[in-house]
């Protein structure tokens, strides 16, 4: 029998305190790994240009892979919420287990292709066989840490959408932790650690998507969450509802997907141009990361909270709830950018101290800074489609944006070979258009007849 038991904590409301409550601490759980992610690449720099450069490709590739546990991870939260706002907690169990079951059939998919396609098709794009060689061993070593990665994000999933996430930052700050120092040790050979060079960054983050796997589902077990809501008790096929998460999914994997091969496709345009480009735009890459602290956490916010509102049939709010979440999302974001934005040559000294690099570097970090405000509103708007339930609305938006998106690329890049600040003004492009498809279909009331 399904349960009905009533936990008023599962119910949010829209007041910018609730929001504040979801949002900050999944703030906290993403800056440590992003501090990871920015140390890791300082670490790799030591290297030299050919090894940033590189390292810029595999970290693409690899979020490939990533990414599609982002939207299984998506899809999930907003099914966990939608039941957290209808207060039916034995229904959340059923649902995480069936994701389970179909996440973990992912991860092996991608392990299988990782070894089998990778080495094809980087040898096949890219120019260097020093970078392919280079980027193939890596992401041989980094796959293996990918079913763990899935279900690590499914942990969050179910904390985000319960209305949990307090409990998030214990796994990511241990990670991080464990991360920079097998980065540090096994980058150079310090700490008695062998000296492993390039490869030491894949296998420290390996270790670390271990340890924040059995951290997370540890603590579930500590608050006794797996009790209430029945988490580990449903692992048995369930043909209807592994049906309507995959359904939910889906789209969201397809997203996500487009999204990534897109932005592979610049960085292997990218690289054809020269090795300083590509070690250019893997800094930007850290600038994405470094100012997405607070744009994901937000628009991870908007997904769980719509959902729960429509569940509890308050579809009257949805709009107002989406604007305060855009307007606080705006507002972190812009006052996290003015350090880069005020001083952009210090943040490029970082990775590379030779003048030139820096001074070719700085009106791309301006641009890029400045662009996150404008992703900072789309991804929230585009989140809010997600919570809706009808995710194909998302794949819709997604290939427009990346249509446009890989045109202008290709002629800024390959044809018209402009400048490097044109090719990175592609994100200003993309993110308007996101943000104006998912503003018009909220505003045009159609989810408000989908039931998921």
Request: positive net charge; proline residues 3%; aromatic residues 14%.
């Amino acid at each position: 029998m399904t349960s009905t038991t009533t936990h008023n904590d599962l119910q949010v409301g829209i007041s910018n305190k609730q929001i504040l409550n979801i949002a900050l601490p999944i703030t906290l759980a993403m800056f440590v790994p992003q501090i990871n992610f920015f140390t890791n690449n300082f670490f790799i720099s030591g290297l030299g240009e050919r090894e940033l450069g590189t390292a810029g490709i595999t970290g693409v590739f690899y979020l490939i892979f990533a990414l599609i546990g982002t939207g299984l991870n998506n899809g999930l939260q907003g099914l966990i919420a939608r039941r957290a706002g209808q207060q039916n907690t034995d229904a959340i169990g059923q649902v995480f287990g069936q994701a389970a079951r179909i996440s973990l059939l992912y991860a092996a998919a991608g392990v299988i292709i990782i070894f089998a396609l990778a080495p094809v098709f980087l040898g096949a794009v890219l120019k260097s066989p020093e970078v392919t060689k280079e980027a193939v061993g890596f992401l041989k070593i980094r796959v293996l840490g990918l079913p763990f990665l899935y279900m690590f994000q499914l942990g969050n999933a179910f904390l985000v959408g319960s209305n949990n996430s307090r409990y998030m930052k214990v796994a990511f700050i241990i990670q991080a932790l464990i991360n920079i120092v097998l980065d540090y040790g096994l980058i150079y050979g310090h700490f008695g650690l062998p000296t492993i060079g390039f490869n030491g960054a894949a296998i420290a983050s390996v270790i670390a998507e271990i340890t924040a796997f059995a951290i997370v589902y540890s603590l579930i077990r500590y608050k006794q969450l797996h009790t209430r809501f029945s988490l580990f008790s449903h692992f048995a096929f369930n043909k209807e509802l592994s049906s309507l998460y995959f359904k939910q999914s889906f789209p969201l994997v397809m997203q996500y997907l487009l999204s990534i091969v897109a932005w592979l496709q610049f960085y292997i345009l990218i690289e054809n141009t020269g090795e300083r480009p590509l070690a250019i735009s893997n800094v930007m890459r850290n600038v994405f990361s470094v100012l997405g602290i607070f744009v994901w956490p937000f628009a991870s916010t908007c997904n769980a909270m719509v959902s729960n509102i429509i569940g509890q049939d308050k579809k009257d709010k949805v709009q107002l709830l989406i604007r305060r979440i855009m307007s606080l999302s705006m507002l972190f974001t812009f006052t996290f950018s003015l350090p880069i934005l005020a001083f952009p040559g210090f943040f490029m000294g970082i990775f590379n101290s030779d003048p030139l690099f820096i001074q070719e570097a700085i009106p791309v970090t301006r641009l890029v800074a400045s662009g996150t405000l404008l992703m900072s509103a789309g991804t929230v708007w585009l989140n809010a489609v997600t919570g809706t339930g009808n995710t194909k609305i998302n794949l819709a938006i997604e290939i427009i944006a990346i249509t446009i998106y890989s045109t202008y690329i290709w002629l800024v890049i390959h044809v018209w070979h402009w400048s490097l600040s044109w090719a990175w003004a592609s994100e200003i492009l993309y993110w308007l258009i996101i943000f104006t498809l998912s503003f018009f279909y909220i505003r045009s009331g159609k989810w408000k007849k989908k039931v998921i």
